[in-house]
C-alpha cells in the first residue's frame, strides 16, 4: 500500500494540504530531495491522463534525480525545483499501482523470446512475467532489448517512446532500485499500444553510419518536433555509452535517420548564431544571471547560457534549472524546457557531440525553445 504522506497528497490532488507540506519540507535541513523523488516514483510511473501525451513527468524528474545524484543543484535550486515537480504532479491523476516479487512459477530457456511472443499477442501481463525472468538472470540484455522496441517505435511519437524511458532504465531499473519492477510494467505496458513481431530482431533497424552531420541536423530548427531530433540524437548517444550496453548490440539508428533527419537541412541562421563571439559578460552570481536572462531576445539568452557554461559549467547547470523553477507557470510550464537543455549539456559534459558547434547548437536550441514558448 502506498501509505506515506506525499503520496496521499498525490494521489488526493491535495493542493492545500501540499502547500503546508512544502512549507515545512523548506524548514527541514535534513531534507532530501533523492528521497522526496523516490517516494514519488511508483506514481510518476502509472500516470493515468498522460497531459503530453506520453510519460514526461517521469523522464523530467529522473534527469533532476540524476543532477542531484551528481551534485549539480544547490540547496536554493533543489527547494524550488521540489516545489515545480510537486505542482506538477498535483495537477495529474495517478493510478496507485507498485510491482513487487513474483514467484517464477514457469521459467522459461529463453524468456526475451516468451517477452516478445506475448507482447505481439498484447498480452501484457504475460509479457511482464517473462520480462522479470530476463531481469534476473539478463537484465543487461533485457534493458537494451526494451530500448530498442522503444526506438523502433519512436518515429511514431516523436522518439518519446525511447526518451521518455531511457531515464526509467539508466537511474531505475539499471541499478536495481525498489521501484524497478514497477517500471518494468510501466514500460512494457506502454509497448502494449504497438503491434510488435514476435520474431522481432533489432539488427533489422540498424544503420552503419550516421552522416558526419547528424547532430547538426538535429540540432537545426527550433520548434517542438525538432528539439525531440535532438532529444532522440542525444539519448540514442547516452544509450552508447550506458554501463550496460553491449557494444554488439545494435541500435535503431536506421528508422530514426529516415523518418526525422534524412530530409533536414543544417540551419544557417543557427549555425552562424553559434559561430558569433560571446560578446557578453560572465554573471558573477545566480541574481545577475537572473536579472540579465531575456524572454524578449533570444541571442542575448542563448549566448549567456553558453558563456555561464563555458566560463563554468557547474553554475550553468544550476542558475538554469533555478531560474526555470522560479519562473514556473502552470498554465504555460511544458517539461521540455528541462528536457532539451538537460540533454544539451550532457552531450557536452560527456564528450558526445562530433564538433563543438554541433554542441553548440544544441544548447541555442535548448534555450530558444524555452524564451519563444
Not at 524548514?27 to 501525451?53: C, H, R, T, V
Not at 505542482?87 to 516468451?114: F, H, M, W, Y
Not at 511514431?156 to 531511457?166: T, V
Not at 558569433?276 to 552570481?285: A, F
Request: with cysteine.
Amino acid at each position: 500500500m502506498l501509505t506515506s504522506r506525499l503520496r496521499k497528497l498525490l494521489l488526493g490532488r491535495d493542493q492545500e494540504e501540499a502547500k503546508k507540506f512544502i512549507d515545512r519540507l523548506y524548514q527541514d535541513n535534513n531534507w532530501s530531495a533523492i528521497s522526496f523523488i523516490d517516494e514519488m516514483l511508483p506514481l510518476l510511473l502509472f500516470q493515468s491522463n498522460l497531459k503530453y501525451g506520453n510519460f514526461h513527468q517521469v523522464k523530467m524528474t529522473l534527469q533532476i534525480r540524476h543532477l542531484l545524484r551528481l551534485g549539480r543543484l544547490s540547496p536554493p535550486t533543489q527547494r524550488e525545483v521540489m516545489k515545480l515537480l510537486l505542482n506538477e504532479c498535483l495537477r495529474e491523476s495517478r493510478i496507485n499501482v507498485q510491482a513487487g516479487e513474483i514467484a517464477l512459477a514457469e521459467r522459461k530457456d529463453e524468456p526475451l523470446t516468451s517477452m516478445l511472443q506475448e507482447l505481439s499477442n498484447h498480452s501484457l501481463h504475460n509479457a511482464f512475467y517473462y520480462a522479470l525472468q530476463a531481469f534476473e538472470e539478463n537484465p543487461d540484455r533485457l534493458q537494451e532489448l526494451l530500448l530498442a522496441l522503444g526506438g523502433v517505435y519512436g518515429p511514431e511519437n516523436l522518439g518519446h517512446s525511447l526518451s521518455c524511458f531511457f531515464p526509467v532504465i539508466e537511474e531505475i531499473v539499471n541499478s536495481n532500485h525498489p521501484a524497478s519492477k514497477t517500471a518494468l510494467l510501466s514500460y512494457i505496458l506502454y509497448l502494449g499500444r504497438y503491434d510488435i513481431p514476435a520474431d522481432f530482431d533489432p539488427r533489422d533497424y540498424k544503420k552503419e553510419d550516421m552522416p558526419d552531420n547528424a547532430l547538426r541536423l538535429a540540432t537545426s530548427g527550433e520548434d517542438i518536433v525538432n528539439l525531440h531530433h535532438m532529444i532522440t540524437l542525444v539519448t540514442y548517444r547516452l544509450w552508447e555509452q550506458a554501463d550496460f550496453h553491449d557494444e554488439n548490440f545494435p541500435l535503431p539508428y536506421r528508422i530514426f535517420f529516415q523518418k526525422r533527419l534524412k530530409d533536414k537541412e543544417v540551419s544557417n541562421k543557427q549555425l552562424t548564431r553559434v559561430q558569433k563571439p560571446l560578446n557578453i559578460d560572465m554573471p558573477e552570481n545566480y541574481e545577475e544571471f537572473k536579472k540579465s536572462f531575456s524572454y524578449e531576445d533570444v541571442e542575448q539568452s542563448t549566448f549567456l547560457v553558453r558563456k555561464a557554461w563555458q566560463e563554468a559549467p557547474e553554475k550553468a547547470w544550476d542558475w538554469i534549472f533555478r531560474l526555470y523553477a522560479e519562473n514556473y507557470q502552470s498554465d504555460n510550464w511544458n517539461p521540455h524546457f528541462y528536457t532539451g537543455i538537460y540533454l544539451a549539456f550532457r552531450l557536452i559534459e560527456e564528450g558526445l557531440a562530433e564538433d563543438r558547434l554541433a554542441a553548440e547548437m544544441a544548447v541555442d536550441q535548448a534555450i530558444a525553445y524555452y524564451v519563444k514558448s
